[in-house]
């Protein structure tokens, strides 16, 4: 089954046209990473799949059009980790995952034991059992964007979308992030549809990559197909080698004036 | 008890004590709820123009009818109050998120700018009408004193509105905290949810203000005292700023009657001394959270 399906998406904001035309699907259970360069229309695209834009007919979730459902429908479909979420200063970890259970809660009531019941079992399952008094400004990146995973997860929305979830942690980091949300997405049979800027990690983890650039699908298929140095070349003006490896492609940047060999450093 | 001293128990200081305590609690809970609303730790009636809106409705309302007296009020004078307050939220509001810049302190700056032009037209009126000026002015710098239980009755009804709709709306204030795009994320519509809190701290602003006149800071100091003994839930910071709000107005009146009896000190004064320190804390503590 196709889990979200977007067909000839068209976004402008002001005047510029941020989106010209853009087609994409993701199956059930999938993981389809976008990448692009800056600028490409990568965030905007993931904000009119969580029905943040409006985006009419173009954008369907689970067979239903966006423009059909109602926020709190929208909220228990898809939930979003945005780029750099904001953080309410002072709030604990527990009360910000319960802010997941929102779509939920009736909007003059409150949150049942269901609902408490419900954080609990997604603190336990990201490893952050510990950390529900604490501070969510008082945690350490990693630790942050487990927690802001986890207040997605709350939603229970078998969509999920994540807005560069690793552009703010170390490599180890990263790794240990993406793997949780692998695993979720193996044992929820969650469809994941990210976006992300490191190449060689993008294409690590996903099913599928789409190559955006300046509002259109250029490339699309696995990251093998896309990850390729006439690609990149071409829609990122960058100098990169791709070196496969058994677990996919290798990006790597070359210095200026260096022809295919990896450039020695300077100091 | 002779019937004497009952009178004065019941028709004078009976209605002045819950006059404080009902001003109290929503001067509270408004300023919790713009807080929350503009996500503006600095929020309050007085600094976002709300209060002088009201204020320089009800000045038109006494100047325009004269022969009206601030002892009885209209019935309608809190309606009157309250369009006043929308206006002034809502011309602090568009003068300060048009710019780029967005942070805290620009919303405030329209806001004294728009309580500065809403003062000044309110001067005006006051010179023009120099036979209601010694009422007005009185009025201006805030009074509970009473002579009978008419002010309660008027300002109860909308005091009631308020804390119905902010108190059931209080989640929508937590969850408006992780910024509108996340809120809407999350099943909520954040520009309706804001419009609606506003316009009921405005609503419960204006009918204080139409009772008992200017009496600043109670919205600023009393909801930052509740953040940090009960944290940063607005679910716990309401319903607790409206109690401590109520008991901080009906001390201050109590200490204002007191202190230079038998004069009194305006109450409006004697919240300024006391908050006015505390704002400036505020202030510097709040430069480092969020600007």
Redesign the interface.
């Known amino acids: 089954m196709t889990a979200i399906v977007v067909r000839d998406l068209h976004v402008t904001l002001g005047r510029a046209p941020i989106l010209r035309g853009v087609s994409l699907t993701v199956d059930a259970g999938e993981w389809v990473t976008v990448i692009g360069p800056n600028g490409a229309g990568k965030s905007t695209l993931l904000?009119a799949v969580?029905?943040?834009l409006p985006a009419g007919d173009a954008v369907s979730l689970l067979g239903t059009p966006v423009a059909r459902l109602r926020?709190?429908a929208?909220?228990?479909t898809v939930?979003?980790v945005?780029q750099s979420?904001?953080v309410?200063?002072?709030?604990?970890v527990f009360?910000y995952v319960l802010?997941?259970r929102?779509?939920f809660?009736s909007?003059?009531g409150?949150e049942s034991a269901s609902d408490v019941a419900a954080v609990r079992s997604v603190l336990d399952r990201l490893d952050l059992s510990g950390f529900g008094d604490r501070e969510l400004a008082t945690l350490s990146g990693g630790e942050r964007q487990r927690a802001f995973l986890a207040r997605a997860l709350a939603?229970e929305a078998s969509l999920l979308l994540l807005d560069e979830p690793t552009s703010a942690l170390d490599i180890g980091h990263q790794q240990e992030v993406l793997e949780l949300v692998d695993t979720l997405r193996r044992d929820s049979g969650l469809t994941v549809l990210a976006t992300m800027h490191d190449l060689s990690i993008a294409g690590g983890y996903a099913d599928r990559l789409v190559l955006l650039s300046e509002g259109a699908v250029v490339a699309s298929g696995t990251p093998r197909e896309v990850l390729t140095e006439e690609t990149l070349t071409r829609f990122y003006r960058a100098r990169v080698r791709v070196v496969d490896s058994e677990d996919g492609p290798v990006v790597v940047p070359l210095r200026a004036g260096s022809d295919g060999s990896v450039a020695p450093q300077r100091f | 008890m002779s019937e004497r001293e009952a009178a004065i128990v019941l028709q004078l200081r009976l209605p002045r004590v819950v006059l404080g305590l009902l001003v109290g609690a929503m001067l509270a809970l408004a300023g919790g709820c713009y807080q929350g609303a503009f996500r503006n730790p600095l929020a309050d009636p007085y600094l976002l123009g709300a209060a002088a809106g009201a204020g320089l409705a009800v000045t038109a309302v006494v100047a325009f009818r004269s022969g009206t007296t601030i002892g009885q009020l209209p019935s309608g004078v809190p309606l009157a109050a309250f369009g006043g307050a929308l206006v002034a939220v809502a011309l602090t509001y568009l003068l300060g998120v048009a710019g780029r810049d967005r942070s805290p302190a620009s919303l405030i700056l329209a806001g004294v700018a728009v309580s500065a032009f809403l003062a000044a037209g309110q001067t005006y009126l006051m010179q023009r009408n120099a036979d209601d000026i010694r009422a007005i002015y009185s009025w201006l710098l805030g009074r509970l004193a009473t002579n009978g239980w008419q002010e309660v009755r008027l300002l109860l009804p909308y005091a009631a509105v308020t804390a119905v709709v902010v108190l059931?709306?209080r989640?929508?204030l937590?969850?408006l905290?992780?910024?509108d795009?996340?809120a809407?994320?999350?099943?909520?519509?954040p520009q309706r949810s804001r419009y609606l809190l506003v316009a009921a701290a405005s609503l419960g602003t204006a009918a204080a203000v139409s009772v008992s006149g200017l009496i600043g800071f109670v919205g600023i100091v009393v909801p930052h005292i509740v953040?940090m003994l009960a944290?940063?839930?607005y679910?716990a910071i309401l319903p607790l700023s409206m109690l401590f709000g109520a008991a901080f107005l009906a001390l201050a009146d109590l200490a204002g009657r007191t202190f230079a009896a038998p004069a009194e000190i305006p109450i409006g004064v004697v919240t300024a001394f006391v908050g006015g320190p505390f704002f400036v804390l505020v202030l510097r503590t709040a430069k480092r959270?969020?600007m």
Request: proline share 9%; aromatic share 0%.
């Open positions: 904000r969580g029905g943040l926020r709190r929208l909220a228990r939930a979003t945005a979420p904001v309410p200063p002072g709030m604990s009360d802010l997941g929102t779509p809660v909007p003059l409150r939603q | 059931l709306l989640r929508e937590d969850v905290s992780v910024g795009d996340e809407s994320g999350l099943g909520l519509h953040r944290g940063t839930s679910r959270v969020i």
